[in-house]
C-alpha cells in the first residue's frame, strides 16, 4: 500500500501531472450546475453569442473583450455538446496553466519541484485568487497565462510568448503591460552594444513581439464588436484624474508581493534562512524588523478595510489575523532577505499600478497583478549552499518560518472549503429563485437577496434599453428588483445538515433571524440540495410582504418586458444557444 502510495506520488512529480492535479483541483471546487455569481452572467452571454454568431463576440455590459475565454468555451460546447463541461473545463484548464507556469518559474531559480509546488499551491489557492479561478470571466484565463508568459520569457522563448500573451490580451486588455518584459530585454540589449538599432536576435525577437502587440491591438479593436459598457469606461477616463486610492493599494500589493517572495525564500532556501537568522545578531535588524513587521501589520488591515471584497472569505473571522500574518511576513521578507527588485519586474508592476490610476476601481482582484509583479520582482536563482552547524537559533528559525507557512496553508485550506460551500449554496440560490419565478409564484421584480450575476441575467438587457437607457450606471439594473431591506422582501433561508451546522464559522447560512421566524413569512417553496460534496442541505424561499412602497427603487414596466429565464441543464443551454429563445418549462 505505501509503496504504490510513493509510487503515485512520484507520477505527480512530473510538472505537467503536477497541474493536471491542481486543474481538477479547482473542478472540485465547482458546483453541480453552471452558475452565476457576479460579472461572470456577462461573460455566459458572451460565450452564448459566440457559439450563435460564429465569431468571437462581446457582450454588450462588459468592458474585457473576453475574446479567447469566449472561444475556448464555445469550442469546447461546439466539441462536446455540453455547456457545463465547456464552462468548468475552461476554468480547470486556465488554473492549470497558471500552475504549469509558475512551478517551472520557480524550478528554473533553483527550488525543488517539491517546495515549487507547494508555494505556486499556497498563492493560486489564496483567497481572491481561488474565487477568480472558479468564477467563470476572462480573469481565470488571464491569470493561468500571467505566469506561463513570465516563464517563456525566462527562457527567451519568444514566439511561445506572443502566443500566449495574445490568448491574455485577448481576454483581457491589461495584459498590455507585459510587453514590458520584452521591452525591457530590447532596452538591455541596445545598452550593451551602444547602439540605436538591434544588431542580434536577443533584441530583434522581443522587438518583433512589441510589433506583434501593437498589431494586435489594432486586429482586436477593429475586429471585436464595441459595447456600450466599454463606452461608460472610456467617457468615465476622459483626461487623467489619477485615483489616489487605487494608486497606494496597487502599491502596496506590490510591496506585499515583494516582501512575502522575500519571506518564502527564507523557506525554501537555506541560505537564506542561515543569513536571516545570522543578521538577528545586530540590534538594529531587531529594530528595523519590529518597525517594519509593525508597519506591515497596519498596511495589510488597512488594506483589506479599503477593498471591496468580491467574495465572502475576507467576512471569516480569521480574515483580519491572515492579513495581520501576511503583513507582518512580509515585513521579515524585507528586513531579513532584501534583494534588489529586478527592475523588468517592478517596471510592470508600476504600469499595472498606472492603469489603475487611470481606470479606478477598489474590488480586491485588481490588486492580483501587483502582488504577483512584487512576488516575481524577488525571485532571484537560489544561493549555492553552505554547510554550517545547526543552532539552537537556526533550529528555533526555521521551526518559526515553517509554522508560518503552515498557517497560510491552513488558511488557504479553510478558504477552499468555504468558496466551495459558497459556490454550492449559490447554484442552490439559483435555482430556487429561477423555480420559483417559472412556476409564477411571484414576479421577476420581486427577486429578493440573490447573487448579483443571476439578477444580471435577467434584468440587464431589460434595463440599458429601457429603465436605464441614459444611466451610466452599470450595476443600475439591481435598482429593479425589490430585493432585501433587513424587514421586507424575499431571501434564502438555508439549513444545514447537524454534521455541518456546529461549523457556523466555516460555513454561513446567510440566514435573516427576522425572516426566518416571522409569523408573517410566506413560504414560497423548499427543496433539498447537494453542498459540499457528500453532504445534502435545504433551501426554503420565504418572502416578507412590503407594507410600504421602496424609495429608490426603478419600477418595472412589464408592458414590453421579456423574460429571461437562467438556463438550469444542458438541454436549456443548447435549446438557448440554437434557437436563440429564452423560454424554458420547469424541469424536475
Known amino acids: 500500500m505505501i509503496k504504490a502510495v510513493l509510487r503515485t506520488l512520484h507520477w505527480l512529480n512530473h510538472p505537467l501531472a503536477a497541474a493536471f492535479s491542481f486543474g481538477l483541483l479547482i473542478w472540485l ?31 454588450e455590459w462588459l468592458t474585457p473583450w473576453a475574446a479567447s475565454m469566449s472561444v475556448l468555451a464555445a469550442s469546447l460546447f461546439k466539441i462536446t455538446g455540453s455547456f457545463s463541461f465547456a464552462i468548468h473545463f475552461s476554468l480547470a484548464m486556465s488554473a492549470a496553466l497558471g500552475f504549469l507556469g509558475l512551478s517551472l518559474y ?53 514566439a511561445w510568448f506572443f502566443v500566449v500573451w495574445f490568448i491574455a490580451f485577448s481576454a483581457r486588455q491589461s495584459a498590455i503591460v507585459w510587453l514590458a518584459l520584452p521591452g525591457w530585454t530590447v532596452l538591455v540589449a541596445l545598452w550593451r552594444t551602444k547602439t540605436i538599432l538591434p544588431r542580434n536576435r536577443t533584441a530583434w525577437h522581443p522587438l518583433l513581439v512589441i510589433a506583434g502587440g501593437g498589431a494586435s491591438l489594432l486586429v482586436l479593436k477593429l475586429g471585436m464588436n464595441p459595447t456600450y459598457g466599454q463606452a461608460i469606461v472610456s467617457n468615465a477616463t476622459k483626461g487623467f484624474h489619477p485615483h489616489g486610492t487605487s494608486v497606494v493599494l496597487s502599491l502596496l500589493a506590490l510591496a506585499a508581493g515583494y516582501g512575502w517572495s522575500c519571506f518564502a525564500a527564507i523557506f525554501y532556501d537555506s541560505q537564506a534562512r542561515i543569513n536571516a537568522i545570522e543578521s538577528l545578531r545586530s540590534i538594529w535588524r531587531w529594530s528595523a524588523l519590529v518597525l517594519i513587521c509593525s508597519a506591515g501589520y497596519m498596511g495589510a488591515h488597512w488594506f483589506l478595510g479599503s477593498i471591496v471584497s468580491t467574495h465572502s472569505a475576507y467576512g471569516d473571522v480569521w480574515a483580519k489575523s491572515w492579513f ?34 487611470l481606470y479606478g476601481g477598489i474590488f480586491d482582484y485588481y490588486y492580483i497583478d501587483g502582488f504577483f509583479w512584487g512576488f516575481a520582482a524577488a525571485i532571484v536563482p537560489i544561493s549555492k549552499h553552505t554547510v554550517i552547524a545547526k543552532t539552537w537559533s537556526l533550529r528555533i528559525g526555521h521551526g518559526a518560518v515553517l509554522a508560518m507557512m503552515a498557517l497560510f496553508f491552513l488558511w488557504d485550506g479553510r478558504c477552499y472549503l468555504q468558496q466551495k460551500y459558497e459556490l454550492d449554496r449559490a447554484a442552490a440560490v439559483n435555482l430556487i429563485y429561477e423555480r420559483s419565478i417559472r412556476e409564477g409564484k411571484f414576479k421577476p421584480h420581486e427577486i429578493g437577496l440573490s447573487t448579483f450575476g443571476y439578477v444580471g441575467w435577467r434584468f440587464e438587457g431589460h434595463f440599458h434599453t429601457h429603465e436605464g437607457r ?7 439594473f439591481m435598482k429593479v428588483i425589490d430585493g432585501w431591506n433587513g424587514k421586507e422582501g424575499m431571501a434564502v433561508i438555508t439549513e444545514l445538515p447537524k454534521s455541518l451546522s ?41 418572502q416578507m410582504p412590503d407594507l410600504v412602497k421602496r424609495e429608490g427603487k426603478t419600477p418595472l414596466d412589464y408592458t414590453d418586458y421579456i423574460d429571461r429565464p437562467f438556463p438550469l441543464n444542458d438541454q436549456e443551454w443548447r435549446d438557448l444557444i440554437i434557437t436563440g429563445v429564452e423560454s424554458f418549462k420547469t424541469q424536475d
Open 106 to 158: 520557480l524550478t528554473d531559480h533553483g527550488l525543488s519541484r517539491a517546495k515549487s509546488y507547494f508555494i505556486t499551491l499556497l498563492l493560486l489557492t489564496s483567497p481572491t485568487v481561488l474565487f477568480m479561478s472558479v468564477m467563470f470571466t476572462s480573469v481565470a484565463l488571464y491569470l493561468g497565462c500571467f505566469w506561463l508568459c513570465l516563464w517563456l520569457y525566462h527562457r527567451k522563448l519568444w
Open 29 to 59: 471546487a465547482l458546483p453541480w450546475m453552471v452558475v452565476t455569481l457576479d460579472d461572470d452572467f456577462g461573460y455566459l452571454r458572451s460565450v452564448v453569442e459566440t457559439c450563435q454568431r460564429g465569431r468571437p463576440w462581446t457582450y
Open 502 to 542: 456546529r461549523y457556523k464559522t466555516w460555513f454561513r447560512s446567510h440566514n435573516n433571524t427576522a425572516l426566518r421566524k416571522n409569523d408573517r413569512a410566506t413560504a414560497l417553496t423548499e427543496f433539498k440540495a447537494p453542498v459540499l460534496w457528500f453532504f445534502e442541505a435545504s433551501y426554503n424561499l420565504k
Open 470 to 476: 441614459d444611466s451610466a450606471d452599470l450595476a443600475g
Open 324 to 357: 495581520g500574518l501576511l503583513g507582518i511576513s512580509a515585513g521579515m521578507g524585507i528586513v531579513l532577505r532584501p534583494v534588489l527588485p529586478r527592475l523588468d519586474m517592478l517596471g510592470a508592476g508600476l504600469g499595472a499600478t498606472a492603469l489603475l490610476a
